[in-house]
């Protein structure tokens, strides 16, 4: 049985990884296509395939269609290559488990059988811990839209990074709700002074040893 448990309006954080470690983001391609994923899924009904879906919508566009319940809201996200970090909040009854399932099992299914392989993608049921507090909620999301640099990814991994963090720092696209953590700032520099500082403390503590949900935690 999973220990946390999900309620609406509630904020919680979401990780997994590969299994063995391995890569879940390959190419920019499958990056792109889970990034998809992450929209296409998080409606209340059955959409079908990803690829009907969107030529569904491409035939109505123009019309105006009802719109589909979401499942959660993001507030913040990381893909690294080989794992990934999301803030949520749940928005309707199961929301996090409805939109984690959908999401897990078409994206697997996608890269299976693109590599032509079987068998499981991610490593066992994702991991999910309630966010208790706003000052943790704020501290959270800077290590999720940083996280790869909390991971010091260099060189060619880069490629295969997509974060929320450009999001927040330059506008322009409105995918998460930011403004329940920007909001609490005067501008965007003070968020990403608070951002960078946070970042910083957690890289030294990480470097000590320290396990980093007890550091998110305290």
């Given at each position: ?14 990780y ?22 992450m ?34 809201n ?10 990934y ?32 392989r ?7 049921r ?31 991994t ?5 974060s ?14 930011k403004?329940?953590v ?21 890289i030294?503590?990480?470097?000590g ?10």
């Amino acid at each position: 049985m999973r220990k946390t448990s999900f309620a609406n309006g509630e904020f919680y954080h979401l990780y997994n990884r590969g299994v063995d470690k391995r890569a879940i983001f390959s190419d920019r391609h499958v990056l792109e296509r889970f990034f998809q994923s992450m929209k296409e899924f998080n409606v209340d009904e059955p959409i079908g395939s990803i690829y009907a879906n969107t030529f569904h919508k491409n035939k109505l566009s123009g019309s105006t269609t009802k719109s589909k319940r979401k499942l959660v809201n993001f507030i913040c996200y990381c893909l690294n290559p080989n794992h990934y970090h999301f803030i949520l909040e749940q928005v309707i009854d199961k929301g996090v488990e409805k939109f984690m399932h959908k999401l897990s099992t078409g994206y697997t299914r996608y890269f299976n059988e693109k590599y032509q392989r079987s068998g499981s993608l991610f490593q066992g049921r994702f991991k999910a811990i309630h966010i208790s507090s706003n000052e943790y909620l704020l501290h959270l999301s800077a290590y999720v839209n940083l996280n790869n640099r909390v991971h010091r990814l260099s060189g060619s991994t880069t490629n295969f990074v997509k974060s929320s963090w450009g999001e927040y720092t330059t506008g322009g696209v409105n995918f998460c709700n930011k403004e329940i953590v920007l909001a609490q700032f005067n501008d965007t520099s003070a968020y990403m002074k608070m951002a960078e500082e946070s970042l910083n403390g957690i890289i030294e503590r990480r470097m000590g040893g320290k396990d980093l949900d007890k550091i998110l935690l305290e």
